[in-house]
């Protein structure tokens, strides 16, 4: 059974260097703004450190009610209880995460190609994220973008809900809306670098 969740306004957390008021206090703002759900990412710490960083974030987030999402770290969101994972096509293989988070929690999948897409099994995954849309540079690894063009007729294959992610600032998040395909968008540095991070969240609305 597909989960009730509000992609609309998906913030990916950067590392923290790089969150100008830090990464508690750049959420807060954001969820100030309208962001719906938060997806924790960080290539960089190990999961003790994850860990510690992590849990201040989803106090407050369970106190408004907003998802965490924890990204490729399946042990961490097991240990914490968050509320879902996110993995991408070369982590833990889907039907391991299902089995480890249980039947209840979400699961997204990254998906790039039409041939992933065709393999995505609806009964264990509950959204998938389509990019990148544009050159991005908070991950190190990323394919090369695919554009708004190429982005639509990817998710017009996709049978579940889809975020967009990728190079997203307000006029390009508003070219993906205008398609009428994303159930939302990802974003992490234009609301994570700035400087008014809650009104860039309501830009990106």
């Not at 190609?113 to 609806?122: F, K, L, S």
């Not at 090369?144 to 990728?166: D, F, H, T």
């Amino acid at each position: 059974m597909m989960k009730t969740i509000n992609y609309h306004l998906y913030l990916v957390t950067d590392e923290v260097e790089r969150c100008r008021y830090g990464l508690e206090e750049t959420v807060r703002r954001a969820v100030e703004g309208g962001v719906t759900v938060v997806q924790y990412r960080s290539e960089r710490l190990s999961h003790e450190e994850q860990r510690q960083q992590v849990l201040p974030l989803q106090r407050y987030l369970s106190s408004v009610g907003v998802p965490l999402i924890i990204n490729d770290n399946v042990q961490l969101a097991v240990e914490i209880g968050a509320d879902g994972i996110h993995i991408g096509q070369d982590d833990m293989p889907v039907p391991q995460a299902r089995a480890l988070i249980g039947p209840d929690k979400i699961l997204g999948l990254t998906v790039t190609t039409a041939q992933q897409m065709a393999e995505v099994d609806t009964a264990l995954v509950d959204y998938v994220g389509i990019g990148p849309v544009f050159p991005t540079i908070t991950k190190d690894d990323a394919p090369p973008p695919m554009g708004v063009k190429g982005w639509a007729e990817l998710a017009r294959l996709s049978p579940l809900p889809v975020v967009a992610i990728g190079g997203l600032n307000r006029e390009r998040a508003a070219a993906i809306r205008a398609t009428g395909l994303a159930a939302g968008v990802a974003v992490v540095s234009a609301i994570c670098g700035a400087e008014d991070t809650t009104q860039a969240a309501k830009d990106l609305l």
